[in-house]
């Protein structure tokens, strides 16, 4: 047994330096996490699988009146915070959003829109006491910026118009994007002034075999502003590691995430990237969180394909440390039990580097 604790573990593998074991993570759908309840009698994944990190978020702040954005709905939903009308879609993971800001064309519009306000203390007061937490019980903690800049956006605006905007409406994009970088700029540096060891950042710029957008177009209207985000929160907290999800085929736009500060790379689709390959241009300035597929080993797999899988990227990924095994995305339905506890119980057998 190591006397390494969870958080010291996982910030060693993330910092690309060998830990004592391979960290493992997953995060389950609704009937995933019933199944879960039913066959281990426990209501905690993370402390019964062992995960190494927590994750804290900011509470919802009052909402605006978005009534004069919002059309009647065809379907129930809830209003978020930022004026998403959130409908649940027809699978367990889908979601469909109305846009509140796809009529507006002006920037004195945009300005008179109800954004969120996440500075009043009861948005993110309980940071420091929960970060004190859960490092006391000896597990790293993760603040969250989920859809950082461009899927956030284009959940209020609609991806056509946000297209749209950077050729017909620059100044309509400009001003948008600043405001959501302004917003995320508190966010991170507050996250860093309570102390979280990893702040999660990241947006969906890959489809399954191309990028989503053009490079060219990714570091004009995004690039900058995530690398803002980011130097704000390092001057409170210099050691901070920065953690960048996206989905999908996303190979080109690596070298520039690693040059605006990114040290962990989430969730290396297998589908869309070779997980080994990446590791062996990157590996040297990059950590890897994933890289199990759920388009196709968790679904379709055996419990011994799953095996078989895990221990190949333990031997690839994990070599000399830079691995957090996870599944790519949020476990479905269709996800059987048994490639749960697989993927799990190859870590532990076989992810143990003092072993």
């Known amino acids: ?29 609704v009937p995933v996490y019933e199944t879960f309840m039913q066959k281990t009698g426990q209501t905690d994944p993370a ?3 062992g995960y190494d990190r927590r994750t804290i978020d900011f509470r919802s702040p009052e909402p605006g009146d978005f009534s004069r954005y919002l059309p009647p709905l065809e379907r129930p939903g809830r209003v978020d915070e930022w004026g998403n009308v959130v409908v649940h879609g027809f699978k367990y993971d889908t979601t469909d959003y109305v846009y509140p800001m796809r009529n507006l064309k002006t920037v004195a519009e945009l300005n008179e829109f109800p954004f969120p306000d996440f500075t009043p203390d009861a948005c993110h007061a309980h940071f420091e006491d929960e970060v004190k937490g859960w490092h006391d019980l000896g597990y790293a903690v993760t603040g969250s910026l989920w ?3 461009f899927e956030r956006t284009w959940h209020m605006r609609g991806m056509d118009n946000l297209f749209a905007d950077f050729y017909d409406n620059p100044d309509f994009a400009t001003a948008l994007l600043d405001k959501m970088m302004q917003t995320r700029i508190f966010q991170a540096t507050r ?10 950042t990241g947006d969906d710029i890959g489809m399954q075999d191309r990028l989503l957008m053009s490079l060219p177009m990714w570091r004009r ?32 736009f690596i070298p520039e995430l690693i040059e605006i500060g990114i040290n ?8 869309c990237m070779d997980p080994a390959e990446i590791k062996r241009q990157f590996g040297d300035r990059l950590a890897f969180s994933g890289t199990v597929g759920t388009q196709t080993t968790m679904p379709f797999g055996t419990p011994d394909d799953v095996r078989r899988v895990v221990r ?44």
């Open 191 to 200: 996250y860093a002034e309570a102390g979280v060891d990893i702040l999660h």
């Open 147 to 149: 859809g950082t800049m």
């Open 1 to 29: 047994m190591t006397s390494m604790s969870p958080r010291e573990n996982i910030l060693r593998a993330m910092r690309r330096q060998q830990p004592a074991y391979v960290p493992r993570e997953a995060s389950f759908t």
């Open 264 to 271: 962990v790379l989430n969730p290396v689709q297998p589908e």
């Open 221 to 252: 209207w995004f690039k900058p502003r995530l690398a803002a985000v980011i130097a704000a929160a390092r001057r409170v907290k210099p050691d901070l590691i920065v953690e960048y999800h996206s989905d999908g085929s996303i190979q080109p």
């Open 312 to 355: 190949e990227r333990i031997q690839t990924v994990g070599a000399g440390g830079g691995l957090i095994l996870a599944p790519t995305h949020t476990l479905e339905p269709d996800v059987p039990w048994e490639n749960i506890v697989a993927m799990f119980e190859t870590a532990e057998e076989f992810g143990r580097y003092d072993a």
């Open 47 to 49: 402390a019964y699988f």
